[in-house]
């Protein structure tokens, strides 16, 4: 089999002659190793003074020499007596040597959940084994130490994992690495599951993972299969509410969508114009979904208007936190054009005054006028933060008012991001009683819609809806996302 080219320049940095093999001749890899007591390493190729660049020599020396032996046996014997001062550069050249044979000195003792790395790139090696082993040692793990961090910092970029419990924190690149291994090896990673979720059928980590894996594409209907005879947890409104939940009590604007938050120059620009609310059920399956879409933002060239998406469901992941199963958020600019371009950098804003104005967006051009914001109260002047250019604000309320469904996409096309195989649309609606998650006592807002889902009768119903599969169970409630309700701060810009 060819060399990769990872490979091929860890032969070069040698700067050695090489063998038929394309690597080191053995008889010179054993010379080169014989005479190692310690890999001295480096984090660059190129040092700044002579005893620098003297142990990186050395190191791409002892590593070429430890890809180019003859056996497996060879290479662990070699592994294990070596001192390691900072971490191999790469794990992936000795898997594409050796394969799964090395496993023991990637893993080197797992001691209360930590894995300890003597080199780097393990979790892409790990993933390239494709072995039982490789996997299950994964589940063993909760984070990777390297050997050269410092000890008391060896978690790490860590993620809190909902399903064990609300003090679980695994290192993101033990997640990171099972979603490698799930991704290119998903019917390897199903046989271990259903062995172990056969022998704990309780563990919350293994259903968390038989979703994860039941989500994923290569192979499914083989992985399936496997999965086939494992038991499978009945929805419950209580796992529903308890995913909302977790995300409204977060603080982030990503997490959850608030009416207002009230606070002079947020960062965010969170001006607030509609709310919808989606959500979809499995025909045959557990899988459920919902998505909340919010048309924010005010108009600037740094948060421009635009519908954001707060993803919740069974098959929902967040790619830049791979802890954070069940929830994700999206966001696409809308397409509004304006009848001009205020002079921002000058402090220049958009006139309230809407007597001939003509904006253009999805539902073709409208024209606007100071009788349509008198007859409909669309509130000049006023928004949910104090942030914003008010001009812009009226005229996106005077669109939507024309033209209310306008900027929304397609239901099945937002349904698709849930990533349910055969989804059920239970719920769509844009008008239905929100919750924002937490009492903001600086705003002029009816309580009513303050606290968590879970003591949201509209949301305990929806729970209800997507458990039994009813879409009349469904209460929406006294509808609170109009955008009048929420106008009540002076604009500033």
Same mark, same amino acid.
């Given at each position: 089999?060819?060399?990769?080219?990872?490979?091929?320049?860890?032969?070069?940095?040698?700067?050695?002659?090489?063998?038929?093999?394309? $690597?080191?001749?053995?008889?010179?890899?054993?010379?080169?190793?014989?005479?190692?007591?310690?890999?001295?390493?480096?984090?660059?190729?190129?040092?700044?003074?002579?005893? %620098?660049?003297?142990a /990186?020599? !050395?190191?791409?020396? &002892?590593?070429? +020499?430890?890809?180019?032996?003859?056996?497996?046996?060879?290479?662990?014997?070699?592994?294990?007596?070596?001192?390691?001062?900072?971490?191999?550069?790469?794990?992936?050249? $000795?898997? %594409?040597?050796?394969?799964?044979?090395? $496993?023991?000195?990637?893993?080197?003792?797992v001691?209360?959940?930590?894995?300890?790395?003597?080199?780097?790139? /393990?979790?892409?090696?790990?993933?390239?084994t494709?072995?039982?082993?490789?996997?299950?040692?994964?589940?063993? #793990?909760?984070?990777?130490?390297? &050997?050269?961090?410092?000890?008391?910092?060896?978690?790490?970029?860590?993620?809190?994992?909902? *399903?064990?419990?609300?003090?679980?924190?695994?290192?993101?690149?033990?997640?990171?690495?099972?979603?490698?291994?799930?991704?290119?090896?998903?019917?390897?990673?199903?046989?271990?599951?259903?062995?172990? /979720?056969?022998?704990?059928?309780?563990?919350?980590?293994?259903? +968390?993972?038989?979703?994860?894996?039941? +989500?994923?594409?290569?192979?499914?209907?083989?992985?399936?299969?496997?999965?086939?005879?494992?038991?499978?947890?009945?929805l419950?409104?209580?796992?529903?509410? !308890?995913?909302?939940?977790?995300?409204?009590?977060?603080?982030?604007?990503?997490?959850?969508?608030?009416?207002?938050?009230? &606070?002079?120059d947020?960062?965010?620009?969170?001006?607030?114009? +509609?709310?919808?609310?989606?959500?979809?059920?499995?025909?045959k399956?557990?899988?459920?979904?919902?998505?909340? %879409?919010?048309?924010?933002?005010?108009?600037?060239?740094?948060?421009?208007?635009?519908?954001?998406?707060?993803?919740?469901?069974?098959?929902?992941?967040?790619?830049?936190?791979?802890?954070?199963?069940?929830l994700?958020?999206?966001?696409?600019?809308?397409?509004?054009?304006?009848?001009?371009?205020?002079?921002?950098?000058?402090?220049?804003?958009?006139?309230?005054?809407?007597?001939?104005?003509?904006?253009?967006?999805?539902?073709?051009?409208?024209? $606007?006028?100071?009788?349509?914001?008198?007859?409909?109260?669309?509130?000049?002047?006023?928004?949910?933060?104090? *942030?914003?250019?008010p001009?812009?604000?009226?005229?996106?309320?005077?669109?939507?008012?024309?033209?209310?469904?306008?900027?929304?996409?397609?239901?099945?096309?937002?349904?698709?991001?849930?990533?349910?195989?055969?989804? *059920?649309?239970?719920?769509?609606?844009?008008?239905f009683?929100?919750? #924002?998650?937490a009492?903001?006592?600086?705003?002029?807002?009816?309580?009513?819609?303050?606290?968590?889902?879970?003591?949201?009768?509209?949301?305990?119903?929806?729970?209800?809806?997507?458990?039994?599969?009813?879409?009349?169970?469904?209460?929406?409630?006294?509808?609170?996302?109009?955008?009048?309700?929420?106008?009540?701060?002076?604009?500033?810009?």
């Amino acid at each position: 089999m060819p060399l990769s080219e990872t490979l091929k320049q860890t032969i070069r940095y040698a700067g050695l002659a090489t063998d038929n093999r394309g $690597l080191l001749p053995i008889a010179v890899a054993r010379k080169i190793l014989k005479g190692t007591a310690k890999y001295p390493g480096a984090h660059v190729h190129e040092g700044e003074d002579a005893n %620098e660049k003297k142990a /990186i020599a !050395e190191s791409h020396k &002892i590593h070429a +020499a430890l890809v180019s032996l003859a056996t497996p046996e060879e290479v662990l014997g070699q592994l294990a007596r070596i001192t390691w001062g900072l971490p191999l550069y790469d794990a992936t050249t $000795l898997v %594409e040597r050796y394969g799964a044979a090395v $496993l023991p000195w990637f893993a080197g003792v797992v001691k209360n959940g930590v894995l300890e790395a003597k080199t780097y790139e /393990i979790e892409p090696a790990l993933a390239m084994t494709g072995s039982e082993a490789a996997f299950e040692l994964l589940l063993k #793990v909760r984070t990777i130490h390297f &050997i050269d961090e410092p000890r008391k910092h060896g978690l790490g970029e860590v993620a809190e994992v909902p *399903e064990l419990d609300a003090k679980a924190r695994i290192d993101v690149r033990v997640e990171g690495a099972i979603d490698q291994f799930i991704t290119l090896h998903p019917l390897v990673a199903a046989r271990v599951i259903a062995r172990r /979720i056969a022998a704990a059928p309780k563990d919350k980590r293994l259903e +968390a993972l038989v979703k994860r894996l039941s +989500a994923s594409r290569p192979g499914k209907a083989a992985v399936d299969k496997v999965l086939g005879s494992l038991p499978v947890e009945a929805l419950t409104t209580n796992a529903i509410l !308890e995913l909302l939940d977790q995300a409204a009590k977060d603080p982030s604007p990503q997490a959850w969508p608030k009416f207002a938050t009230g &606070i002079e120059d947020d960062p965010m620009t969170l001006e607030y114009h +509609a709310l919808r609310i989606i959500a979809a059920r499995s025909k045959k399956g557990e899988d459920w979904g919902v998505v909340l %879409e919010r048309i924010t933002g005010s108009f600037s060239p740094w948060e421009p208007a635009r519908i954001e998406r707060f993803l919740f469901g069974s098959n929902v992941r967040d790619p830049d936190n791979p802890g954070a199963v069940g929830l994700s958020h999206t966001e696409d600019t809308i397409d509004f054009k304006l009848d001009r371009v205020p002079d921002q950098a000058n402090g220049e804003s958009l006139d309230t005054n809407l007597d001939g104005v003509v904006v253009r967006g999805p539902a073709g051009t409208a024209k $606007l006028s100071n009788a349509l914001v008198k007859k409909h109260d669309l509130k000049p002047g006023l928004g949910s933060e104090y *942030e914003g250019d008010p001009g812009f604000n009226l005229r996106l309320r005077a669109y939507l008012t024309l033209h209310p469904d306008a900027f929304w996409d397609a239901t099945k096309d937002v349904v698709k991001e849930l990533q349910i195989a055969d989804p *059920e649309v239970l719920v769509d609606t844009d008008a239905f009683c929100h919750v #924002v998650g937490a009492t903001y006592k600086r705003l002029k807002s009816s309580s009513s819609w303050h606290g968590p889902p879970s003591k949201s009768k509209t949301y305990q119903s929806l729970a209800e809806a997507l458990v039994k599969r009813n879409k009349k169970l469904f209460v929406p409630g006294k509808s609170n996302v109009d955008v009048r309700l929420h106008a009540i701060n002076k604009t500033k810009c």
